[in-house]
């Protein structure tokens, strides 16, 4: 049986979604594909799909994959006490989108439970809440986790609105299921 800590419930979720957005965005490249009108210059789909939000105040689906990837990088890298790896956010592509799941998928294998575990009553500052903080352990499930989880659904929603074909359990996929 497997110890539950800080690291065992979060790393591991996160890695999770992010494959899970990852196969979708190949299913939103596949969808948009068939889609694509032969007189529309090639990717035009794919582009009004990545370009594309529920409602005008919100991030378009670009940014909802990049921020998500931001919220799981340096959330961690500010819990484990480490520098995250520095995005340009210049993706435009459903390829450049994959590319940074898998460049934070890469970051995430590097920490390890001694880096997370243990840090729980130490103190999480953020640059725009001067003056204040929370303890490691409330930032993580009260802030970084549902905010990462905010960004993740709303990628997906906005690809279910274009016509994706995808459902829950493109979301929540690849559950470890054993045998009894």
């Known amino acids: 049986m497997q110890e539950t800590n800080m690291y065992s419930v979060i790393v591991p979720a996160m890695m999770k979604t992010l ?3 990852s196969g979708m965005l190949d299913k939103a490249a596949v969808y948009a594909d068939s889609k694509q009108p032969e007189w529309m210059p090639a990717g035009s789909m794919q582009h009004a799909i990545v370009t594309d939000h529920l409602i005008f105040d919100q991030f378009p689906l ?3 994959v990049q ?5 799981a990088k340096l959330g961690i890298a500010r819990i484990a006490g480490v520098e995250a790896p520095a995005h340009e956010d210049t993706e435009k592509t459903i390829p450049e989108l ?8 890469e970051f995430l294998r590097t920490i390890t439970p001694e ?3 243990g840090r729980e009553d130490e103190k999480a ?5 001067p003056g204040k903080y929370m303890r490691m352990f409330e930032y993580a499930t009260l802030y970084m986790v549902p905010n990462f989880y905010f960004h993740a659904t709303t990628a997906y929603s906005i690809m279910r609105k274009n016509g994706v074909p995808l459902g829950k359990g493109d979301y929540i996929s690849n559950l470890p299921w054993q045998n009894i």
């Open 19 to 21: 494959e899970s957005l």
């Open 62 to 64: 670009v940014r909802q």
């Open 67 to 71: 921020a998500a990837c931001d919220n």
């Open 98 to 105: 994959k590319e940074r799941i898998a460049k934070t998928l």
């Open 115 to 117: 880096q997370l575990n």
């Open 125 to 129: 500052t953020l640059r725009y809440m």
